[in-house]
C-alpha cells in the first residue's frame, strides 16, 4: 500500500450505531488530519494530530471522537450521529518540518469514506 | 472573517484552455494551494504558490498575485480526465488552511 488509505470506503448507518473511520499513511509523515466535505462547501477541518498529539479541535461535536495510536494511524470513533452528519470524511497527512512546530507542508489525502446516517 | 471565493462550475472544450480563478481574504498569507478531485477520489496535490508570478508544470499552471489576493489554475490542452472538482486553499497568518468550496470543470467533447 502507498499513501494514504481509509476503511470502510462506504458506510451506512442509524442514528444508535457506533462505527469507526481507520486511516493509515505510509508516507512517513508525523501530522494527520481529518476533514469533512459535504456538497458545494469547503472542506472544513475536524481534528489535527502532530507527533500522536491533539493539536486542533474545532468545535466538533462529541459524537466524533478522534484516536491517534501512532503516527501511522488515525481514527474517528462515530456515536449517535444525525442525518446531517452524512459527508464525506476525508483523512490526510503531512510532514511537519518546520522548526516551530507549525503545520508548514503539503497535505495528501486519503480516498475518503463515504458516510450515509439514516 | 476569512473567504475563498472560486466560481462554482465551468464548461470547457477537449484540447481548448480554460482558466479557474480564485480570490481570497484572509488574516494573512503563507502560501496558496490547488488540488484536483476526481468524483469519489482523494484531492491530489496539484500546486504552491507562495510568491507572486507564474509557476509551470506540464499543461497546468498556477499563478498568484498577493497584493490583489488572486490566483489562478490555467489549463492548456484539456483533456477529457480533466473533469474534475479544482480546489483552492490559502494558508493565513496561524498556518491554518482556508478551503474555497471547489470548482467543478465540465470538459466536452
Known amino acids: 500500500e502507498t499513501g494514504v488509505t481509509q476503511t470502510p470506503r462506504h458506510l451506512v448507518m442509524g442514528m444508535t450505531n457506533k462505527k469507526s473511520l481507520k486511516c493509515e499513511q505510509h508516507l512517513g509523515h508525523n501530522a494527520m488530519y481529518w476533514y469533512k466535505q459535504s456538497a458545494k462547501k469547503p472542506l472544513e477541518l475536524m481534528f489535527v494530530?502532530?507527533?500522536?498529539?491533539?493539536?486542533e479541535n474545532n468545535s466538533v461535536p462529541s459524537r466524533f471522537s478522534p484516536e491517534c495510536p501512532n503516527s501511522s494511524h488515525l481514527f474517528l470513533h462515530l456515536h449517535t450521529l444525525q442525518p446531517e452528519d452524512s459527508a464525506l470524511y476525508l483523512c490526510?497527512?503531512?510532514?511537519?518540518?518546520?522548526?516551530?512546530?507549525?503545520?508548514?507542508?503539503?497535505?495528501?489525502f486519503g480516498p475518503g469514506t463515504r458516510l450515509t446516517v439514516l | 472573517g476569512q473567504n475563498i471565493d472560486q466560481p462554482t462550475e465551468m464548461t470547457a472544450t477537449e484540447g481548448a484552455i480554460v482558466q479557474i480563478n480564485c480570490t481570497y481574504q484572509?488574516?494573512?498569507?503563507?502560501?496558496l494551494f490547488w488540488y484536483q478531485q476526481h468524483a469519489g477520489e482523494a484531492p491530489t496535490f496539484l500546486s504552491y504558490n507562495v510568491l507572486d508570478g507564474l509557476e509551470e508544470k506540464g499543461r497546468f499552471s498556477s499563478f498568484l498575485s498577493r497584493s490583489k489576493g488572486y490566483s489562478y489554475l490555467l489549463l492548456k490542452e484539456l483533456q477529457m480526465k480533466d473533469s474534475a472538482s479544482y480546489l483552492c486553499?490559502?494558508?493565513?497568518?496561524?498556518?491554518?488552511?482556508?478551503w474555497g468550496a471547489g470548482t467543478k470543470l465540465i470538459i466536452k467533447p
Open positions: 484572509t488574516s494573512g498569507f503563507n502560501g
Open positions: 490526510a497527512s503531512s510532514q511537519d518540518s518546520s522548526p516551530s512546530g507549525r503545520l508548514v507542508d503539503t497535505q495528501y
Open positions: 486553499a490559502v494558508r493565513d497568518s496561524n498556518y491554518q488552511l482556508i
Open positions: 494530530y502532530s507527533l500522536e498529539e491533539r493539536v
